[in-house]
């Protein structure tokens, strides 16, 4: 009897690893992205780090003040750049003196799940709004989710953020790009 329940027990976890762990649908990938919307607004780029596939590959263009620049980052990069981003946050509050107010909304245009249900091409825009108009990131995305061990990941992104900087009490352009 033992060894029956061992069997059950193997074929059952070797379903979830192998497909049903692997699926996905329209609801659990509106959930990733509000997830996601969630961990900005916790400030928390652990929770955000852990929505990023080992292999995700994030394609980025961001534009500020007529400038342009283009980078490609994979998941510890990637990973490093909202530890920064949310820092950087932080320090246009303590300029602003005090705590600076985040507003994020997010639309999804369109999603496509693959006929296998194991990933999904979802294209869509942002807002992030600091400080009402102090900063204003407004952006594009088109991304490519994944299950992976029974979690939703980010697996690609091809993603072009316009930002807008209010007067000169945010950040200069510089500063925004340093690495």
Not at 4 to 25: K, N
Not at 55 to 72: C, F, L, S, W
């Amino acid at each position: 009897m033992k060894k029956i329940i061992l069997v059950v027990a193997l074929c059952v976890g070797a379903w979830y690893y192998f497909a049903g762990g692997r699926t996905l649908d329209e609801k659990m990938v509106r959930a990733f992205y509000d997830d996601g919307a969630h961990a900005l607004y916790k400030r928390d780029a652990e929770l955000l780090c852990k929505q990023l596939s080992s292999q995700a590959i994030i394609q980025d263009e961001t534009v500020m003040n007529g400038q342009t620049q283009r980078t490609t980052l994979n998941q510890r990069q990637q990973c490093e750049a909202f530890k920064t981003s949310l820092q950087m946050f932080e320090r246009i509050g303590d300029r602003m003196g005090g705590v600076l107010t985040i507003e994020y909304e997010f639309h999804i245009h369109s999603i496509v799940i693959d006929p296998g249900r194991k990933s999904a091409q979802v294209k869509g825009t942002s807002l992030l709004k600091m400080g009402e108009t102090v900063m204003q990131f407004s952006g594009t995305f088109n991304d490519q989710v994944v299950r992976e061990m029974g979690q939703m990941k980010l697996l690609r992104s091809d993603q072009r953020t316009v930002v807008r900087v209010a007067g000169g009490r945010g950040m200069s352009q510089s500063d925004f790009f340093s690495k």
